[in-house]
């Protein structure tokens, strides 16, 4: 196993945000439970959550790919409406609208569990807002990258996944 | 006048902040409407501002001020909550509760605008987070600081000031 902490302290000291070391080693590190984390994976790190918004910084490795999902408004709840930051290095974020006939990453291989094809690629210092019921799925380009994200309350639990096998509260064991 | 926008720049550069060159020439710079700016003045980037929630970077400059104020609720609409997250440099926040018989930082000349004096410090990688109706003040140590402020919907018009005098929506011309 490749020492994953050493690869995000490096990106974010390259990016100039700075966490604390019991931030860093407190990091929510998720494979989706699709043991295929260089490929599907997130690193997250939550400044705050409350029942009323939410900041958090989204770290993604060299060519990872944070799955398709939707954050669904019900009759109870407004669905979780998010800005996308981009701090370091360049992202391209999916979502729906005509499809991107040459997108600028690869897409990824089990495509049968992706639907929207609209890329919008955020280099450092561009935002994207994504209101509630928006399906989307985000890959980091070839240097990685750190995205912040400025959000209503976050639910992990009510997030809805495209690929079924996905379970957003597996963490990485390393 | 001091080139402000320089001093600005340099403070962005040194926080690891990046702001793009229009977000740069677009910021906010107000001083409440003192014509004190170097006292009590703040310098605001804001990321978005929805219905919902909003991020902000709030820049001061060395022992800069942001005058005692409070986001109150109304039948209306609950107040603003909010998150400081220091980035860079040191800022004291003043909030309600116990006075602190000796801060860190010299008190403002016109004391009898101010009315909480607990004071807590945020060093770089700290936060605070503040409820509505929560009344509270800052000020910058000497090096000046940068705080991420998470929260709810921003809508200054309804910010109440203890100093009477303030006028929020004043900006510095420069």
Redesign the interface.
Known sequence: MVNIHGKIAEQLNR??????KT?IECLEITDFGLNDFYNAGLIIHT??N?E????KELILLANQVCPEHVHPSSAAL?GK?E?F?C?FGRVSVFIEGNKTTQPCVELPADITNYTVFHEVVLN??E?L?LKPNSKHWFKAHGEGAIV?E???TSNDDTDVFTNQKINRASRLSL
Do not use: P
Not at 15 to 20: E, V
């Open positions: 990016s100039g945000i700075f966490l604390t931030e400044y705050i409350t009323r918004c939410c900041a407004e409406e800005t930051r701090r450092k210092g935002q807002t912040s400025f959000s209503t």
